[in-house]
């Protein structure tokens, strides 16, 4: 059965995921849910943005994408409905869509408004489970999405920091930190095309720095720092067998520097 | 397939959480598992009670909800069955259901004597595994829940905090800390029929005080104090945008009063 | 349809997981996905190893186990399909098979070589969505296992503390802290074989002792120190209602001595 994937900020155990599963399976009891992540920090729309861009396009043509964190539930915040490539995606209008939405342009959005496909009463402080559990276990069911609401003309968009390109060097920063305390930056593996990736490649992430972009972790000795292009296409930083994040001391935001040897400006 | 849920203290990832799994494949296949959580508080019958009751009412007929939190694993405790609304529930008799039981009476309610449904070997330090998840799969096999014991009289009861309503005011107490920090009282949305929602209501929590409640958490400012009706239908604390729980340093069994102006007695 | 466990030390909640999965389903949208552990400490193999051996036991003839704690990933270690008993496993070879293989030895071990069943492209550092989680779908999907690359001489294998059994006495150390805090060690039931369990069998623990093996862990009183067979057949030490690695101040690696009156050497 279609997957129906969930992204929230309930907290991992909480009752409120578990609600939105009984929602879900009571109207459509084959579906296959796959738990992506509920301890997104509290209403953190952008760390959930990223995870959405991360993982999406690892899943199934059809798969229907349910992302609830939703500091305006009961406002008057749209709840969309975005087809994206091949899936479907259901979350309030706050940005959650928007960074996967500025590399493949949604073509079709709408705006959830035809309560039929809703829990018959709608709480105030609960979307997730009164709208958009039904909308998605209905959709599993074979709802054509026309039928969801009227069309929207954007989505509400949320500003990302993009490297900063020159021809000696790429400044960006580090955008997330894994389980392992890799520092995964915005520079992506594109803004290497024809630059040396040898050791003339330096990275500056705070005081620290190091040479070259390597291909594997484990290809250095550990505790050594060594920066290489992620699973993701991104530009990392990483120390062997141990966690960048706490040894250098820095995380999201933290600018990263890749620079190239004589090409200084 | 008939979702079989899980609540137990193992921990989430634990050894303990994929053997009963693996026992509950093993004999069902296609069972479909719903985690609902793993990580209550070790042997905190308690929480994991009203998690229950929290969720319970969400998930189809015929679920069958499997809560092993049993600190008296391999002494002289029952293990009951119990058909609630049309769902099904095993746990040691500890509690654990006595709070959805207070609420929505047990049609019937056995007490698991027959081993055939057990596995082979039953250990004295994890039922979960040999004795519920085993029959929790047989009865998603379509197994006769008459079959599995005999009839059990009544179930250990555990005495909840009840608020005390006057005509001036109803004092409650927080029962829940959700993972955004909102306090979750025992003060239910019916107490309030009839009085004043607005301004004249006052709330109070700790040394903090809140007037009016709301419908939705972001009607206020970020920062601010609200009280609101929360999607379980229980008057609710929240900081906009922050943790009440943190913020006001309170938490489970702190005391909240609700009171009307001009009606103290 | 046949369970995909999942062991990794992605952390629960990670995109890594969520593509794994994405993966997968897109392969076989029909597999059940048991999520095992995510929060196997990063790049701790024997941890995982350990878990393995503990759940693997308890699954049904055919689950595919992938175990992805990787730290070599990108080099030249091979990646291995085995079977166990009639189960799948697939894994780096690191050593996370190894302490289930001392126990049941494989009967078919493989390297994985050929790439036409694993992603059209793999990268250099995420070998678990691209070689392994492609693979364990196309098993789900009936794939002959011995299509994957050619047998694999050995597994490598890691060494484990055996206990030093002695006339008089055990000497092991503890193996795993559950959830509970209760210490789980390398001594087996069959150790005790034949020998008093009552209280001339003395249990030492750091500088604490208590004597007599136990059935369950409420047959004494709350804060009482007491040694039990678990439900793994290993002997453990618990503190009732209460966490004994807390409470004594010890974890993994600390000794334990399991000691008979009168038979001192």
């Known amino acids: 059965m279609t997957p129906i994937t969930l992204i929230t900020d309930f907290g991992t155990g909480s009752h409120y995921v578990a609600a939105m599963k009984g929602v879900i399976l009571s109207l459509c009891p084959q579906a296959t849910i796959v738990d992506i992540a509920h301890d997104v920090p509290p209403q953190d729309v952008?760390?959930?943005?990223?995870?959405?861009?991360?993982?999406?396009?690892?899943f199934p043509a059809e798969t229907i994408h349910l992302v609830v964190i939703d500091p305006g539930v009961g406002t008057d915040r749209a709840i969309v409905y975005a087809q994206i490539g091949q899936q479907h995606f259901l979350a309030p209008d706050n940005g959650l869509l928007s960074r996967l939405a500025a590399r493949k342009p949604p073509t079709k959005l709408l705006q959830l408004s035809e309560p039929a496909y809703w829990l018959p009463q709608v709480s105030t402080t609960f979307h997730g489970r009164d709208i958009m559990a039904p909308v998605a276990a209905?959709?599993?069911?074979?709802?054509?999405?026309?039928?969801?609401?009227?069309?929207?003309?954007?989505?509400?968009?949320?500003?990302?920091?993009?490297?900063r390109e020159s021809q000696a060097r790429v400044d960006g920063v580090v955008i997330e930190v894994d389980a392992f305390g890799n520092l995964i930056t915005n520079i992506t593996a594109d803004?290497?095309?024809?630059?040396?990736t040898d050791r003339r490649a330096c990275i500056v992430c705070n005081i620290y720095e190091t040479w070259g972009i390597y291909h594997a972790y484990a290809e250095q000795a550990g505790g050594t720092l060594v920066a290489l292009i992620?699973?993701?296409?991104?530009?990392?930083?990483?120390?062997?067998?141990?966690?960048?994040?706490?040894?250098?001391?820095?995380?999201?935001?933290?600018?990263?520097?890749?620079?190239?040897?004589?090409k200084e400006e």
Chains 1, 2, 3 share one sequence.
């Open 46 to 58: 952008r760390r959930a943005a990223l995870l959405l861009d991360d993982v999406a396009d690892w």
């Open 138 to 163: 209905r959709l599993a069911m074979g709802l054509d999405p026309d039928r969801l609401g009227p069309p929207l003309e954007r989505l509400l968009t949320l500003d990302w920091p993009l490297p």
């Open 230 to 262: 992620g699973s993701g296409g991104r530009l990392e930083l990483a120390i062997v067998g141990d966690s960048a994040a706490r040894r250098l001391g820095v995380g999201v935001g933290t600018p990263v520097t890749l620079a190239w040897e004589g």
């Open 191 to 196: 803004m290497l095309c024809g630059r040396p």
